[in-house]
């Protein structure tokens, strides 16, 4: 399966929720994405401020590739605190953010 470092943010709690930095694994169509055993479902365009729904819970997430600069919350909120996966830290700083010197840095 192919997998690359993803944005994921949860929509059960509204516009903004928690969010994180992590590495999703895809199937081969790539409609299915799955993140730490959950299993995500594309919505096909049919989300509201979602594109992908948790297969067993029915909650909705937002889940896209990382920015350069950051801002990558589909709203706003930028101050709000996106943890950063500890296998995946050093390779999105490094390689994404391009910021080696943050590699550490276990948030946005």
Request: hydrophobic share 25%; charged share 35%; net charge positive.
């Amino acid at each position: 399966m192919r997998s690359r470092i993803m944005y994921i943010e949860s929509k059960a709690e509204g516009l903004n929720g928690p969010a994180r930095i992590g590495r999703v694994r895809f199937n081969r169509t790539g409609k299915t994405l799955y993140y730490k055993g959950q299993s995500f479902q594309s919505l096909k365009g049919y989300g509201f401020k979602a594109n992908y729904r948790e297969t067993e819970s029915g909650e909705e997430y937002w889940i896209s590739g990382p920015r350069r600069d950051g801002l990558d919350r589909l709203y706003g909120k930028s101050a709000l605190v996106v943890e950063i996966d500890d296998d995946v830290r050093e390779e999105y700083w490094t390689e994404i953010r391009k910021k080696p010197e943050q590699k550490t840095k276990a948030h946005t």
